[in-house]
T-cell receptor
Framework: DTAVSQTPKYLVTQMGNDKSIKCEQN?????MYWYKQDSKKFLKIMFSYNNKELIINETVPNRFSPKSPDKAHLNLHINSLELGDSAVYFCASSQGGARVGKLFFGSGTQLSVL | AQSVSQHNHHVILSEAASLELGCNYS??????LFWYVQYPGQHLQLLLKYFSGDPLVKGIKGFEAEFIKSKFSFNLRKPSVQWSDTAEYFCAVNTGNQFYFGTGTSLTVIP
């Protein structure tokens, strides 16, 4: 079974649309994250949730809104998509709360905004 | 299914020892290869990457990795480790639009 799974793998959409990416982990971890991979392949943290509570919210546009219905799920909703949002988004989880534990990654969602 | 294997789960070295962390992948097509590092309590940082060209890639902090296509390997090396290299090291493979991370190797460097 996949430990951290995110869907969809590919997402192609028009500018201005609203879309969501879902993430689920079956590792029993307390903390989940969303990362954005830039064009140079650096991974930048966007959000972190611990037990359904937001603990990290880096400087991202407020068009991005994470939602954690329970500690095994962290979904990313994006409003009014822009060309610059095109990237690969990774979900991850770890045990450890505010201190980042060893990360386990999903396989990524390739978002293309046309 | 594609996979990335890091066979060394936990490595313990003394300072100044040489390091080699293994990474193997299972994909027959064109790949881009990466090593990321996660220092204790921090998020990932990119150490180095290989897209094409010279199979010996040099990264930050004295790390290098060699892509051996025939062995489907991309091992990470450093001639002389320091205590500050204590971290988790993740190998990752990009095939087309998919990214696959290894499960990581925990490196502990003893002063």
């Amino acid at each position: 079974d996949t430990a951290v799974s995110q869907t969809p793998k590919y997402l192609v959409t028009q500018m201005g649309n609203d879309k969501s990416i879902k993430c689920e982990q079956n590792l029993g971890h307390d903390t989940m994250y969303w990362y954005k991979q830039d064009s140079k392949k650096f991974l930048k943290i966007m959000f972190s949730y611990n037990n359904k509570e937001l603990i990290i919210n880096e400087t991202v546009p407020n068009r991005f809104s994470p939602k954690s219905p329970d500690k095994a799920h962290l979904n990313l909703h994006i409003n009014s998509l822009e060309l610059g949002d095109s990237a690969v988004y990774f979900c991850a989880s770890s045990q450890g709360g505010a201190r980042v534990g060893k990360l386990f990654f999903g396989s990524g969602t390739q978002l293309s905004v046309l | 299914a594609q996979s990335v294997s890091q066979h060394n789960h936990h490595v313990i070295l003394s300072e100044a020892a040489s390091l080699e962390l293994g990474c193997n992948y299972s994909y027959g097509g064109t790949v881009n290869l990466f090593w990321y590092v996660q220092y204790p309590g921090q998020h990932l940082q990119l150490l180095l990457k290989y897209f094409s060209g010279d199979p010996l890639v040099k990264g930050i902090k004295g790390f290098e990795a060699e892509f051996i296509k025939s062995k489907f390997s991309f091992n990470l090396r450093k001639p002389s480790v320091q205590w500050s290299d204590t971290a988790e090291y993740f190998c990752a493979v990009n095939t087309g639009n998919q990214f696959y991370f290894g499960t990581g190797t925990s490196l502990t460097v003893i002063p």
